[in-house]
């Protein structure tokens, strides 16, 4: 089992910048790869970055190109998030998930809570 706890989200102006942070528990970190989601409100969940367990892969959706960037830290356990200017668009509930394959579709073995980003125009 795989514990996963998202932080960091809040409301920031379009412009502004968040960092997300998902800590993991309960299996060994550094051999999962790490996922993140977001699901706007009637909308389905969507693929935002994806990390290999090394750290060496990462894989974005185009909406987010150039502005997101995933990476993780092995000996602390975490994979973050940080959010460039954030777009009105972005606003959603956003996903932590884990799996032993670094995957663009949302087949991840385990989730997180999920913490609320809303950007504010």
């Known amino acids: 089992q795989v514990q996963l706890v998202e932080s960091g989200g809040g409301l920031v102006q379009a412009g502004g910048s968040l960092r997300l942070s998902c800590a993991a528990s309960?299996?060994?970190?550094?051999?999962?790869?790490m996922g993140w989601f977001r699901q706007a409100p009637g909308k389905e969940r969507e693929f935002v970055a994806a990390?290999?367990?090394?750290?060496?892969?990462?894989f974005y959706a185009n909406s987010v190109k150039g502005r997101f960037t995933i990476s993780r830290d092995n000996a602390k356990n975490t994979v973050y998030l940080q959010m460039n200017s954030l777009k009105p668009e972005d606003t959603a509930v956003y996903y932590c998930?884990?799996?032993?394959?670094?995957?663009?579709?949302?087949?991840?073995?385990?989730w997180g809570q999920g913490t609320q980003v809303t950007v504010s125009s």
């Open positions: 990390v290999s367990w090394s750290g060496a892969s990462t």
């Open positions: 998930a884990a799996n032993t394959i670094v995957r663009m579709t949302s087949d991840y073995d385990y």
């Open positions: 309960g299996r060994t970190f550094d051999r999962l790869a």
